[in-house]
């Protein structure tokens, strides 16, 4: 194709919106154009200029020949997509999020004209299931919008955080995706940017 510094896409703002599946969300359709999602998804805030990291892994097997030097035939066994973040603010959805589930409550209420209350969190126990959650991702580029939907996907990684004097404690968070029960595929994308209308 020809050169078109048009078509590149830089995203220089963006939210991530993550929700229980569990909670009944519905997740956007693009019917409306990107419009606004449903009430059950959490904006996560602030993140990290790193921004959000897509990653699409094929799990691939070579079938090798003993007539060729190189495979003959490459079969796909898996597909991963993993999205990882870093967050900046502290609260009770982004906790919940690098932690996959537990809960905050209350210990203490403030006292008027005395110091705030006291609030405890409980991560996840033992025995408890993974969280499944869907996620949202909305990125701009001027008039180019973006909306990546992983429609259900757990907490995997490690949540690493640096606790330091002279820089943010930031969240990592880091999302893989499942595909939900009688689909064939985990995630989705919708965009108004004309460079990927497929008939122009």
């Not at 999602?37 to 990291?53: C, I, N, P, R």
């Not at 070579?62 to 900046?88: E, G, M, N």
């Not at 949540?159 to 999302?175: E, H, K, M, Q, Y």
């Not at 029960?181 to 989705?188: I, L």
């Amino acid at each position: 194709m020809a050169q078109n510094k048009e078509e590149i896409v830089v995203a220089l703002d963006g939210s991530v919106n993550v929700a229980p599946t569990g909670a009944g969300v519905t997740l956007p359709t693009g019917a409306t154009g990107l419009g606004t999602l449903d009430t059950e998804f959490a904006d996560l805030g602030y993140q990290s200029t790193d921004g959000v990291s897509f990653t699409v892994t094929p799990n691939v097997v070579d079938v090798d020949a003993w007539q060729s030097a190189t495979p003959v035939r490459k079969i796909v066994t898996a597909r991963a997509l993993s999205l990882s973040f870093s967050a900046l603010q502290w609260n009770v959805n982004t906790f919940a999020a690098a932690y996959g589930g537990g809960d905050w409550t209350e210990v203490t209420a403030a006292v008027p004209g005395t110091s705030p209350g006291l609030y405890r969190y409980d991560p996840p126990a033992d025995e408890d299931d993974l969280v499944d959650y869907a996620v949202v991702i909305d990125f701009v580029d001027g008039v180019k919008q973006y909306r990546l939907v992983v429609k259900q996907a757990n907490v995997t990684a490690a949540a690493d955080t640096n606790l330091a004097r002279g820089a943010a404690s930031v969240i990592p968070i880091t999302f893989e995706a499942i595909t939900p029960d009688g689909d064939n595929r985990s995630w989705y994308l919708f965009s108004n940017d004309e460079a990927v209308n497929p008939t122009p």
